[in-house]
Every structure is written in structure tokens, then in C-alpha cells.
């Protein structure tokens, strides 16, 4: 399953080590908070799954910019005249005998991957409910368009344009010598089951922030 947001152009800008920009009642009724630490896809994920409309994305490039560029910004945001980038993002879901144990939203990817001693996984990948393939690997990436410069591509992976509306597979090092990336619709379900080996364990990443082992 799938949401969007909206992500302005790429912010760089001086701020002080809070990183809190407050008291723009003025041109709305909110308050942006940036978070260095947690970065652009934590803040994304905050103001998706809030239900806000204002979606921004933030980036401490070397080129830095003063604050006032950046509330000119968020002005001609809220006016509609700024550029709009449509982004789709992944619902990620972890089931224990048919329970749900783990929720998240999802900018860039998801992985499934071993952890602790390096071994192998066995993971079956279901298109809706339909087997569409198993791979043997050190794991797993199931990317949005925007995740594919990222994990995917060091995993060898295609490099997708943001405003795609698709799903981007790539498995993790394949004991294979034909594993490729697969490409879904954006409308796709994908499930992954692992089977894990004795004296390992597996992990689910989301996004390098969240994770939680896989049982």
C-alpha cells in the first residue's frame, strides 16, 4: 500500500542547533520543526501520517541560504505558487500469526535483511497474494522511485525518476547469477516471508530509522 506527500525543492538553510522555526501564524497555523538528526525522512513521515498539508523537505547541503529564503518559500507554498514534487511513499506492515506487530511509513525503502553472523536468507516475495519469485540473498529492497538513488542503487538497482508511480524491488547480494530488479505497480501489495537459518537472525529496516526483528 501506498500514500503520497508533497516535498517542496531542496531547503539548505542556517539555522541554530534546535533546528525550530516557530511563530508563523501569519502565514498559517503551524509550526516546522527540523530535526538534523532525524533528517528529511522522519519529518516527511511526522506531517504524512498527522494529516497535514504542508510537506517539506529539508537539506543541509553545502550551499547554506538565510532564514528569510526559506520563509519566502513556505509563503509562495502556502500562496500555490511554489514547485510541487508528488512523492510516493510505502505503508510498511509486519504480521505475527496474523497479528500486526509493527506499522510505518516509508520515503525511501524498506529492507529485509540478515543481521548478526553474515549467512544467507531465503525470502519468497508475493505479488497480492500470488508467489512472484524466491531469492536466496543477504536481503531485501522494496523502494519507492525516491528511495532508488539510495540503497537500491549500491544493490545495483535502476535509478527511477521521483515522479514515477511505481515500486522498485531489489534483492541484496543474490546467490544467483540472474537476479534482476523488478518494477511494480504502484497499486501492488508485496508481502516477503523469510526463513531464517540456525544461528542467525533478520531484521526490517525502514528508511535507515525504524527496524524491528523478524521472528
Given at each position: 500500500?501506498?500514500g503520497?506527500?508533497n ?15 516557530t511563530?508563523?501564524?501569519?502565514m498559517?497555523?503551524?509550526t516546522?520543526d ?8 522522519q ?6 501520517n498527522?494529516g ?14 538565510a532564514?528569510?529564503e ?5 509563503k ?7 514547485a ?5 511513499m510505502l505503508?510498511v506492515?509486519?504480521?505475527r500469526?496474523?497479528?500486526?506487530v509493527?506499522n510505518?511509513?516509508?520515503l ?6 540478515s ?8 525470502l519468497?516475495?508475493?505479488l497480492?497474494k500470488t508467489?512472484?519469485g524466491?531469492f536466496r ?5 522494496v ?7 539510495g540503497?537500491s542503487l ?9 515522479q514515477?508511480?511505481?515500486i ?5 547480494c543474490p546467490h544467483?547469477?540472474?537476479?534482476r530488479?523488478?518494477v511494480?505497480d504502484?497499486e501492488?501489495?508485496?508481502?516477503v516471508t523469510?526463513?531464517i ?7 526490517l ?8 526483528d523478524?521472528?
Amino acid at each position: 500500500a501506498h500514500g503520497y506527500i508533497n516535498i517542496l525543492p531542496a531547503l539548505p538553510a542556517v539555522w541554530n542547533k534546535t533546528g525550530k522555526v516557530t511563530g508563523m501564524k501569519a502565514m498559517g497555523n503551524f509550526t516546522v520543526d527540523f530535526n538534523w538528526k532525524e533528517g528529511k525522512c522522519q519529518a516527511a513521515k511526522i506531517v504524512s501520517n498527522a494529516g497535514a498539508e504542508l510537506k517539506v523537505r529539508c537539506n543541509r547541503g553545502a550551499m547554506e541560504i538565510a532564514k528569510e529564503e526559506l520563509l519566502d518559500t513556505l509563503k509562495a507554498y502556502l500562496e500555490g505558487t511554489a514547485a510541487v514534487s508528488r512523492r510516493l511513499m510505502l505503508r510498511v506492515t509486519v504480521l505475527r500469526k496474523g497479528k500486526k506487530v509493527f506499522n510505518a511509513t516509508s520515503l525511501n525503502e524498506a529492507v529485509v535483511s540478515s543481521s548478526g553472523i553474515a549467512k544467507v536468507i531465503s525470502l519468497n516475495l508475493f505479488l497480492d497474494k500470488t508467489l512472484a519469485g524466491t531469492f536466496r540473498a543477504d536481503g531485501m529492497i522494496v523502494a519507492t522511485p525516491t528511495g532508488s538513488t539510495g540503497y537500491s542503487l549500491s544493490a545495483g538497482g535502476p535509478i527511477l525518476s521521483p515522479q514515477m508511480r511505481c515500486i522498485l524491488m531489489t534483492p541484496v547480494c543474490p546467490h544467483s547469477l540472474f537476479s534482476r530488479s523488478v518494477v511494480f505497480d504502484e497499486e501492488s501489495e508485496l508481502s516477503v516471508t523469510v526463513k531464517i537459518p540456525l544461528d542467525c537472525s533478520c531484521v526490517l529496516t525502514v528508511d535507515g530509522e525504524e527496524n524491528i526483528d523478524i521472528q
